[in-house]
């Protein structure tokens, strides 16, 4: 069983579409978060949720919106793709915010062509 | 603003030999964490490190926290291929929920 899992794991789209990936932990977990790895693999966090409260939102362009509609599933939409958005958007959950342990899904490989 | 700074960023090193990986942190920080990177592949947990001292060891490599010098370092000890993958270190400021990577470091275990 997949601790947390995330679809799709590639996407290939053109600019100025929208497409959305989403998340689901099994892990009982309270908190959730999306992060984005570019291509120097750099790790930046862009939101966390706990208990489906947004907690922390990075300066991230207001085309990237995140939804979780229970603690066990986190969501992101991403409207007008540009080509700076091509990444690797990982999403990870962690037992509470004082834990901060995560754990992370496989990652979803965005393309924007 | 927390700044977390690994060096090397790139290793090569031979199978047998031992090197270290250190994590420098720019602000106080409760908590200090290790994971791995194979390529194209997720990022696993490896160490959390809790306090001033802490020094956790899993197979050949150990990892250890100093607070006052806002350093933590992973060992790598008679390394093997399997060990290939990039290192992240990550803290998290004082009473902050947020977790700052480093950059990672690339690491090749040359036969």
């Known amino acids: 069983d997949t601790a947390v899992s995330q679809t799709p794991k590639y996407l290939v789209t053109q600019m100025g579409n929208d497409k959305s990936i989403k998340c689901e932990q099994n892990?009982?977990?309270?908190?959730m978060y999306w992060y984005k790895q570019d291509s120097k693999k750099f790790l930046k966090i862009m939101f966390s949720?706990?208990?489906?409260?947004?907690?922390i939102n990075e300066t991230v362009p207001n085309r990237f919106s995140p939804k979780s509609p229970d603690k066990a599933h986190l969501n992101l939409h991403i409207n007008s793709l540009e080509l700076g958005d091509s990444a690797v958007y990982f999403c990870a959950s962690s037992q509470d915010l004082i834990t901060g342990e995560l754990f992370f899904g496989e990652g979803s490989r965005l393309t924007v062509l | 603003e927390l700044k977390v700074e690994q060096n090397p960023l790139f290793l090569s090193m031979q199978e047998g030999k031992n090197y270290t990986i250190y994590c420098n942190y720019s602000?106080?920080?409760?908590?200090l964490y290790w994971y791995r990177q194979d390529p194209g592949k997720s990022l696993e947990s490896l160490f959390v490190l809790l306090s001033n001292g802490a020094v956790k060891q899993e197979g050949r490599l150990m990892a250890s926290l100093d607070t006052k010098a806002r350093l933590s370092t992973l060992h790598i000890t008679a390394a093997v291929h399997d060990l290939s993958a990039t290192y992240f270190c990550a803290a998290s400021g004082a009473g902050s929920y947020q977790l700052t990577f480093g950059k990672g470091t690339k690491l090749s275990v040359i036969p």
């Open positions: 892990l009982g977990h309270d908190t």
């Open positions: 602000t106080t920080s409760d908590r």
């Open positions: 949720y706990n208990n489906k409260e947004l907690i």
